[in-house]
């Protein structure tokens, strides 16, 4: 059974940094591509970035490109997405996806001061 | 970007009753391959979405037959067929034929 659970998330200050983690089983990370998609409180789904093949591949939306770093360690089967320089819009609810797999909780990013 | 439209934004059902919506991109969505890549997406109460739909028209196994994807190029629909009290939610159209990925602002569905 295919299944995704995120952490990492939490309360940070203007400026600051978090790493999210996102643990998947049933299948193997490598050759399928990994998405965050994000939701901010009470508002729609917003794609953030994705990653295949051990980071041939990486994509960031414009609203994060050089503030997030998306990766995975294949070995552990686990998606990481560091966000530096974290803005209070970057406050959201972040989900980790892959294809038509079932989406994980998500892990939510309070930025605040 | 893609741009996806979304109507109604919101639909209060009658149960047993049927519903339509409707999702628009701003370019077509059919690849030189074929291929659309269109998904419809319900996000249930207190729940991270769900695919229901993928390529336009497949349903997701264990997705129940009284829903259904149509449309082509830049306009979709998603139908249910008979609408029950379990398919309240938000439903959400997905492009991914570019980046970024874009999805719809979704149609909010209750039961009247």
């Known amino acids: 059974e295919v299944q995704l659970v995120e952490s990492g998330g939490g309360l940070v200050q203007p400026g600051g940094s978090l790493r999210l983690s996102c643990a998947a089983s049933?299948?193997?990370?490598?050759?399928?591509?990994m998405h965050w998609v994000r939701q901010a409180p009470g508002m729609g789904l917003v794609w953030v970035s994705r990653?295949?093949?051990?980071?041939?591949?990486?994509d960031y939306a414009d609203s994060v490109k050089g503030r997030f770093t998306i990766s995975t360690d294949n070995a552990n089967n686990m998606l990481y997405l560091q966000m530096n320089s974290l803005r209070v819009e970057d406050t959201a609810v972040y989900y980790c996806?892959?294809?038509?797999?079932?989406w994980g909780q998500g892990t939510l990013v309070t930025v605040s001061s | 970007d893609i741009v996806m439209t979304q109507s109604p934004l919101s639909l209060s059902v009658t149960p047993g009753q049927p519903a339509s919506i409707s999702c628009r991109s701003s370019?077509?969505?059919?690849?030189?391959?074929?291929?659309?890549?269109f998904y419809w997406y319900l996000q249930k109460p207190g729940q991270p979405p769900q695919l229901l739909i993928y390529?336009?028209?497949s349903r997701l196994s264990g997705v129940p037959d009284r829903f259904s994807g149509s449309g082509s190029g830049t306009d979709f629909t998603l139908k249910i067929s008979r609408v029950e009290a379990e398919d309240v939610g938000v439903y959400y159209c997905m492009q991914a034929i570019q980046l970024p990925l874009t999805f719809g602002p979704g149609t909010k569905v209750d039961i009247e």
């Open positions: 990653i295949k093949n051990d980071g041939e591949n990486i």
């Open positions: 996806v892959t294809g038509a797999g079932p």
């Open positions: 370019q077509s969505l059919l690849t030189s391959d074929g291929k659309t890549y």
């Open positions: 390529d336009v028209s």
């Open positions: 049933g299948f193997t990370l490598r050759n399928n591509w």
